[in-house]
């Protein structure tokens, strides 16, 4: 389990006894784990909470790509083996994107400044064998839902989830260098230094104004919870 400020275990519960460890490793030579199976790579890169811009995270995706279009991705708050999943982001192409109703589509964030800038990094994998992915990636726009806001230290995942958005080369988009810093000396890389390198990555021909809504209202999304009657009554197929 990972530990908080004064050591202090998230989640809350007991370690693992040596029982359960062999019960896990048995089913899992038994059983087909095919969608993890899938995840073939690793994001480092950083999201923004849309309701709170104060607040900013580094997030790790671990991303599995569906078709040539849309991508799926389990976000953890490291790449630790105690890593907590804090939420799931989609990711699909500009001309999918382009394919959704207009209130939808103000959900959404942009990737192309977080990829042109250096922000989104793959660990340890280099640049020459990125390029062609980070050419697709930057014309696409991704929709983050935080399920878990441990970076305000809660021990189990509460309330309803908050939207995340993209970090962007303007005010409150701006990531905080002292986060870029401690990634950077993580993996032994300087964004800076991607940043230049990825000078030559095209820029998307255009980007939908519906994306990265606050940039142009200066207003996030929130979700509330309300009571709601049930249906107790269905139509029979």
Known sequence: MAQHGGGEEIPPGK????KEHIIEKGASMMQSLKP??????????FAI????????IETHHYVSRINED????????????????????YIVSDKLFETLPLEEQKL??????????????????????????????SKTYGKFWCT??????????????????????????????????????????????LKTSRVELPEPEWLNPQADYWKQHGKGFAVDIAPAEMKKITAFP
């Open 148 to 193: 878990w806001q441990t970076d305000r230290g809660d021990k189990l995942p509460m309330g309803p989830p908050s939207l995340m958005v993209s970090p962007q080369g303007v005010n409150m988009g701006m990531v905080k260098p002292e986060l870029i810093l401690n990634r950077d000396h993580k993996y032994n890389i300087s964004s800076e230094a």
């Open 15 to 18: 370690p693992m006894s040596a």
């Open 108 to 137: 959404w964030h942009s990737h192309a400044y977080e990829i042109k800038s250096g922000l989104w990094v793959n660990p340890r994998v280099p640049e020459m064998i990125l390029t062609p992915e980070l050419k697709s990636l």
């Open 70 to 89: 849309v991508l799926q991705c389990a976000v953890y708050d490291s790449d630790e083996s105690n890593a907590r999943l804090i939420g799931v982001e």
């Open 49 to 56: 909470y849309s309701h709170d811009m104060t607040r900013q």
């Open 36 to 45: 993890i199976e899938q995840m073939n790579q690793h994001v480092c890169t």
